[in-house]
């Protein structure tokens, strides 16, 4: 049996012109979404990389004189925040630039635009997520940040620190650091133990 092969339906200038246009404003659609979601990423990056340079300022010397409770939340909000980053970073930068994969050659412009459709859609679904994600992430952190500045603290609380040669200092925490060693307040006089002299330090709900 023979196979007749005949041409289709002719095109026409005006028909040319609209399908030129659709794939035209397809292709700019992606480009615009992920030019958004790159813009997203860097100001996300930016507030968060702010919010937490903060945190890590000022919060050590403050977490050690907080409560239990108030301590493990803390940390459990900083891990909240820093998870919720990378799922951020990840939605915006896929949005940005998608995934490698393999392509396969169209067959129709309908194929084409279909495809072009869905690169669209998935962008702007990660690009969504991100944006949530970050300003969620944003808000978590500064919870805990806050957290470590006004989170409940014991009546007269106090750090105790002993040296390699027993020396025992307790009064308020004034700072901790690897260069200035532990300092706190002993009857008003700052004392400082350097790190490599510490031999235990931890917080207490009183001094003597």
Known sequence: MAIRVTPGIPST??????????????????????AQ???WRNGLAALLALL???????????????????R????????TGLLLSAAGAFWAM??????????VAESS??????????SV?????DLRRAIVAGFTALAVVAAGVGLTWYGSRADKAGFRVVDTRGTVLCGPLVGWDAKKGVRVRVQ???????????ASAKPVKSCP
């Open 121 to 125: 859609r998935r962008a702007v679904t």
């Open 188 to 198: 008003g006089v700052e004392r400082k133990v350097p790190m490599p002299r510490v």
């Open 109 to 118: 412009l309908e194929e084409l635009l279909t495809r072009q459709r869905l």
């Open 37 to 39: 979601a790159e813009s």
């Open 13 to 34: 200038p005006a028909s040319r012109l609209r399908a030129d246009e659709a794939r035209r404003l397809l292709e700019d659609e992606l480009t615009r979404v992920r």
């Open 94 to 103: 896929r949005a940005a630039f998608g995934l490698p994969r393999r392509r």
């Open 72 to 79: 493990g939340a803390v940390g459990l909000l900083l891990l």
């Open 52 to 70: 937490t340079s903060v945190g890590v300022v000022k919060g050590p010397d403050q977490v050690h004189t907080l409560t239990g409770w108030s």
